[in-house]
């Protein structure tokens, strides 16, 4: 059996729930749904673009305590509270994205844990890929 990593980017909710923002199993990396969240403030409150940017930095920044980087994302999962936000959000990912081009799902859900979030992402990394 591949050993098992847990990382935690140390929100609240973590220890609340009982889940690890990433687990790293051999060279699978799967990162749990992901807010701009920073402690207790929410960064780029109402604002999808720098909530997508803050996101995907906090990837970088777990898959470089992993071992990895964003060029190792293979798959993403958006959940946003407004449709209509696709454009800003999409223009934020492409920033980071346009030349990896994971595998990707953008669906509209209901709403997210605090009424300023607007979008959460989750990802899965493979170590071995480029």
Same mark, same amino acid.
């Given at each position: ?7 935690? &980017? ?21 990162? &749990? ?8 403030k929410v960064i780029g409150a109402k604002d999808p ?6 996101? $995907?930095?906090?990837?970088?920044? /777990? ?7 964003l060029n190792n994302i293979v798959r993403v999962r958006i959940y ?8 800003? /959000? ?17 669906? @509209?859900?209901?709403?997210? $844990? ?7 992402? @989750? ?8």
């Amino acid at each position: 059996m591949k050993s098992r990593i847990n990382y935690s &980017s140390g929100v609240m909710w973590e220890d609340i729930v009982g889940y690890s923002r990433a687990v790293k199993v051999g060279d699978l990396v799967e990162i &749990s749904g992901t807010t701009s969240v920073d402690g207790e403030k929410v960064i780029g409150a109402k604002d999808p673009y720098e909530q997508t940017e803050f996101i $995907i930095e906090k990837f970088s920044s /777990i898959l470089k305590e992993a071992g990895g980087s964003l060029n190792n994302i293979v798959r993403v999962r958006i959940y946003v509270v407004n449709i209509e936000h696709w454009k800003n /959000i999409s223009k934020a990912f492409s920033r980071y994205f346009h030349n990896i081009k994971p595998a990707a799902t953008l669906v @509209e859900v209901s709403s997210l $844990i605090l009424p300023e979030l607007l979008v959460e992402i @989750e990802a899965t990394a493979i170590l071995s890929t480029k």
